[in-house]
């Protein structure tokens, strides 16, 4: 497995997720349940990926710019969680405000796959692309595990 194929398995796992979400109605366990994976899975993805993907292409002069682009996009989806996680799960506003989040979340994944990975492609060395699979693949697991009881505890 490359590095682009470990992103990619999360960023699949995402779109499901969201997409499930969309189809809940109010105050459902499901809806909980969903929302509670999925900001998990964006939370520990967005952290390996920081760690194993973004901070090697910010060495290079033509990566740079994208990747900083990208952990700022992190940023902004995170605001949006915040925002969301402060409303009722009942609230007639929470499906539009999970919409926007989607629709930043899906334009982000969009950008990494169809622009980021492209360049990324041609300045990482071949070895590299696999050795941060394992490396982020090692991290996303332990922040994945992480973030459960932290955030549960947090209500
Ligand atoms: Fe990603
Ligand atoms: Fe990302």
Redesign the pocket.
Known sequence: MNIFEA?RL??DTQRGLATRILETQGDVPERRTLYNEFKHELAA??AA?ERCFYAPLIAFDSTMAQARHGMAEHHEMDELVDDLNKMEFSSPGWIVQFRKLRDKVFH??ED?EHAIFQLAGKVLPEGDKTSLARDYEEEFATFRLGEMPLNSAEG
């Open positions: 992103l999360s960023h993805h967005a990926e982000h994944l990494e």
